[in-house]
């Protein structure tokens, strides 16, 4: 079945960088070209942060981290990534790989980012 599978978050300072893969299995990026990062603080709802399109490159950002994150996907090894640099605490939260553009279908179980001096 379709599986998502978030790496990469962790502890990191104020105006640090982090970068998260997502490892998808049970799919492939033709299938569903269409990928999404969105992050979760807890008690509060999901807020979206990027999309990619795998097909034609079309990326989009949340006006929050536009110049600071970059999305991207790896075809060959059917890989999801979001580099995230100068990260402030607002950046805080539960980051999860999705599928869909806008209207998401799976996601993954989620990658804590912590960003505290």
């Known amino acids: 079945e379709v599986q998502l599978v978030e790496s990469g978050g962790g502890l990191v300072q104020p105006g640090g960088s982090l970068r998260l893969s997502c490892a998808a299995s049970?799919?492939?990026?033709?299938?569903?070209?269409?990928m999404s990062w969105v992050r979760q603080v807890r008690g509060k709802g999901p807020e979206w942060v990027s999309s990619?399109?795998?097909?034609?490159?079309?990326?989009k950002y949340v006006d929050s981290v536009k110049g600071r994150f970059t999305i991207s996907i790896d075809n060959a090894k059917n890989q999801l990534y979001l580099q995230m640099t100068s990260l402030t605490p607002a950046d805080a939260a539960v980051y999860y790989c999705?599928?869909?553009?806008?209207?998401?279908?799976?996601w993954g179980q989620g990658t804590q980012v912590t960003v505290s001096s």
């Open positions: 999705v599928t869909g553009w806008g209207s998401y279908g799976f």
């Open positions: 049970g799919f492939t990026f033709a299938e569903r070209p269409d």
């Open positions: 990619i399109n795998s097909g034609d490159g079309r990326t």
